[in-house]
């Protein structure tokens, strides 16, 4: 089982805001970062430390964290970020690394 | 701009070794972790371990009895051998280079920011 608890699959209207969530102890230590994962394909980073977006991603992309959640947020989704998101940071003894489940995004 | 280009055995049979090598391309290989990840079909990412270029290694304790990461600073190269497979261990297998964030001396950020084209291993008698 992993440290991190991601809701294993959320939807969205198209243009609308959705939020997807990661929970585990190791985030009240860490930031956790964002991964998109279309089929076929490595993971990309999308978020990551307090609330940056590597270059090349869009600015919709956003992240927070509370406690032991930390948040992805779409705004304004689009059809192309129908996709799969893993969260990931150090687990709770800060010597490995965890990703959580996975959370399937479907765009409607 | 950095790339991770890995290559291994696609096809084992169960108690086999596998063997993967990621090369780095461009960037600086030293200063930096670099970490393999699995993804058994249809399921989600799992931790495998990581490596630094002076060879400090952590793993995945589920599997750290049968993992070795090895890394080849010459090459810009590290490697990963999991003995023992069984089809549990059939995924795609990637290479990732690690970042991290210290703020006054404690890791608080940790990611991976460059990936490999993954290498899907089968293990099948």
């Known amino acids: 089982s992993s440290e991190l608890t991601q809701d294993p699959a959320v939807s969205v209207a198209l243009g609308q805001t959705v939020r997807i969530t990661c929970q585990g102890d190791?985030?009240?230590?860490?930031?956790a970062s964002w991964y998109q994962q279309k089929p076929g394909q490595a993971p990309v980073l999308v978020i990551y430390?307090?609330?940056n977006r590597p270059s090349g991603i869009p600015d919709r992309f956003s992240g927070s964290s509370s406690g032991n959640t930390a948040s992805l947020t779409i705004t304004g989704a689009q059809a192309e970020d129908e996709a799969d998101y893993y969260c990931?940071?150090?687990?709770?003894?800060?010597?490995?690394?965890?990703f959580g489940g996975g959370t399937k995004l479907t765009v409607l | 701009q950095v790339q991770l280009q890995q290559w291994g055995a696609g096809l084992l049979k169960p108690s086999e070794t596998l063997s993967l090598t990621c090369a780095v391309y461009g960037g600086s290989f030293s200063g930096y972790y670099w970490s393999w990840i699995r993804q058994p079909p249809g399921k989600g990412l799992e931790w495998i371990g990581e490596i630094n270029h002076s060879g400090s290694t952590n793993y995945n304790p589920s599997l750290k009895s049968r993992v070795t990461i090895s890394v080849d600073t010459s090459k810009n190269q590290f490697s990963l051998k999991l003995s023992s497979v069984t089809a549990a261990d059939t995924a795609v297998y990637y290479c990732?280079?690690?970042?991290?964030?210290?703020?006054?001396?404690?890791?608080?950020?940790?990611?991976?920011?460059?990936w490999g084209q993954g290498t899907l291993v089968t293990v099948s008698s």
């Open positions: 990931n940071s150090r687990d709770s003894s800060g010597n490995h690394g965890v």
């Open positions: 990732a280079r690690v970042r991290i964030t210290m703020v006054r001396g404690v890791i608080k950020a940790y990611y991976f920011d460059y």
């Open positions: 190791s985030l009240r230590s860490y930031y």
């Open positions: 430390g307090k609330n």
